[in-house]
């Protein structure tokens, strides 16, 4: 399967790499060529934009840094949404508000493509190895497209609901582990000898 991924941050990278590994065909697009030359000089491909990345590849996953990046990559004059191909399929995995997520499905929905968010918990290394943890929100038809994929990607994929639930998903963990990395913080503190 041709895979776009736009969006080369260390995950976007580190994802790009794995599904190069599995002996897929990937092309990347990023905001800055430089951020992604070393995907390019391991042989991934290179799409001018976000646009020409939906033209050229059967699925494109997307991970970016917030909502405005990802209005950005899907609704500029050269976004996602320009994509001449009819039936693309979208894998949202960037981490963003609900509403953000229900928003970005209606825009692509109305465009005749499909949607799937499914923001992941884990780092760079499971990443790498394909052990991310997905929290899939959509139609399951959708999922059903995208699972071969994800599948690559995730140890674990849950469907848990339709769209804006994986980000709800991913905020509910979230939540525990920075209760946790601020009570750590604090009790730290207290043991601290003053200077």
Known sequence: ???????????GAAMAVR?????????VWNRTRARAQ???????GWAETPQALADATELVISIVTNDQALDDVY???TGLLKARQPNRLFVEMSTVPPAKQEAMAALVQAAGAAYLECPVSGSIGPAREGKLMGFAGGEAEVL?????VLDLLCRRVEHVGLHGAGARMKLAINLPLMVYWQTLGEALSIIEKPA
Do not use: N, W, Y
Not at 38 to 44: N, V, Y
């Open 38 to 44: 070393s995907l390019l000089d391991a042989g991934i």
């Open 144 to 148: 059903a497209r995208a699972k071969p």
């Open 19 to 27: 599904l190069q590994s599995l002996g897929h065909q990937v092309t």
């Open 1 to 11: 399967m041709h895979i776009g991924i736009a969006g080369t941050g260390k995950m």
């Open 75 to 77: 609704l500029s004059a």
